[in-house]
């Protein structure tokens, strides 16, 4: 397994084109600023390699990416929402129970796992919550 921190596009580049040489690898990049700034470029490098890659959110397959499973934000994001909700009701912050992220989605494109060779298992795509085609 190749650990890398990655600080621009040209380290980016280079770290992808090692992971390439590696068999059996594939790529998961950890989420952040810099990710989602060059994530048509990674994907791109990805897929060029035939590199299996995994992302954290689901615009990363919906670009081209091969497959995302995290958290649903959409949920996250309803749920905030009623916090706010009930902050301009009256209650008070500090009295509001904390949560954590309850809902996860896995995303798989499978034009994309057709351009790298990929059959994914009946079993996995049953459990998908969206397939790209």
């Known amino acids: 397994m190749?650990?890398?921190?990655?600080q621009d596009a040209a380290e980016i580049e280079r770290v992808i084109?090692?992971?390439a040489t590696e068999p059996?690898?594939?790529?998961?990049?950890v989420p952040g600023p810099l990710m989602a700034n060059k994530r048509d470029f990674i994907i791109s490098?990805?897929?060029?390699?035939r590199l299996p890659n995994v992302f954290a959110y689901r615009y990363y397959p919906?670009?081209?990416?091969?497959?995302?499973?995290?958290?649903?934000n959409i949920d996250l994001y309803r749920r905030a929402a009623?916090?706010?909700?009930?902050?301009?009701?009256?209650e008070k912050p500090a009295d509001l129970p904390v949560q954590e992220a309850t809902k996860f989605e896995l995303v798989i494109?499978?034009?994309?796992?057709?351009?790298l060779g990929l059959?994914?298992?009946?079993?996995?795509?049953?459990?998908?919550?969206?397939l790209i085609e």
């Open 45 to 49: 490098l990805a897929n060029r390699h």
């Open 109 to 115: 494109n499978l034009k994309t796992a057709k351009a």
């Open 119 to 130: 059959d994914i298992p009946n079993s996995v795509l049953a459990r998908t919550d969206e």
């Open 82 to 90: 009623s916090y706010v909700d009930r902050i301009i009701k009256g």
């Open 24 to 29: 059996n690898g594939g790529l998961i990049p």
């Open 62 to 72: 919906a670009n081209g990416g091969l497959a995302s499973y995290g958290v649903d």
């Open 17 to 19: 084109d090692k992971f």
């Open 2 to 6: 190749l650990i890398s921190a990655v």
